[in-house]
Every structure is written in structure tokens, then in C-alpha cells.
Nanobody, 111 residues
Framework: VQLVESGGGLVQPGGSLRLSCTAS????????MSWYRQAPGKGRELVAT????????NYADSVKGRFTISRDNAKNTVYLQMNSLKPEDTAVYYC?????WGQGTQVTVSS
């Protein structure tokens, strides 16, 4: 199993980023996928989850209304669209399936 994230970077407050996670080694379309994040000095936090067909999503209260999780099962890819970014969104963002994790992608929100 491999989960490869991309799309992180430095963005100003109020800006947007879209993270991508491309999966391989399992039947992607059969499983829910999640995004987590870990800020410096803090534990890993669940950000968003999407069901296998994309029909249902759940979000942490801290990102509701600003972040959108989606997926393209034809591309084995899950996305996290992040809008209205805040400095407190600064973290390493990880893609997750079962007990597998990607390498993470750094998101820094700063002016």
C-alpha cells in the first residue's frame, strides 16, 4: 500500500490550497478515506472523512464550511480543498486508510 500526498505549501491567511493523495496497493473505490493533520507540538487530528463512493463526508468542527473532501475513484485519488485558511491550519497533513499513512505534506499559513 502506498499513499502519496502533494499540494502543500506556504499560503497567506485567507488563501486556498488543494491537497491530493494518490493511493495504490488496495481497492481504493471500496473504502472510506481520511485526512488528518498534526500541528507542531500537538497530536494528530482527524480533519475529514469521505465514504467509498463519496456520498457522505464528515469534518472536524474547526474546518467545517472551509474545507471540502472529495475523491475520484477512477484516479485512485482523494482531495482536500482548503479555503479561507487560517494560521491555526498550519500543520503537516496526512492521508489515511486503515493503518496506512502517507508521508505527509506541509501546509503553512502565514503572512
Amino acid at each position: 500500500v502506498q499513499l502519496v500526498e502533494s499540494g502543500g505549501g506556504l499560503v497567506q491567511p485567507g488563501g486556498s490550497l488543494r491537497l491530493s493523495c494518490t493511493a495504490s496497493g488496495f481497492t481504493f473505490s471500496s473504502y472510506a478515506m481520511s485526512w488528518y493533520r498534526q500541528a507542531p507540538g500537538k497530536g494528530r487530528e482527524l480533519v475529514a472523512t469521505i465514504t467509498s463512493a463519496g456520498g457522505s463526508t464528515n469534518y472536524a468542527d474547526s474546518v467545517k464550511g472551509r474545507f471540502t473532501i472529495s475523491r475520484d475513484n477512477a484516479k485512485n485519488t482523494v482531495y482536500l480543498q482548503m479555503n479561507s485558511l487560517k494560521p491555526e491550519d498550519t500543520a503537516v497533513y496526512y492521508c489515511n486508510w486503515s493503518h496506512y499513512w502517507g508521508q505527509g505534506t506541509q501546509v503553512t499559513v502565514s503572512s
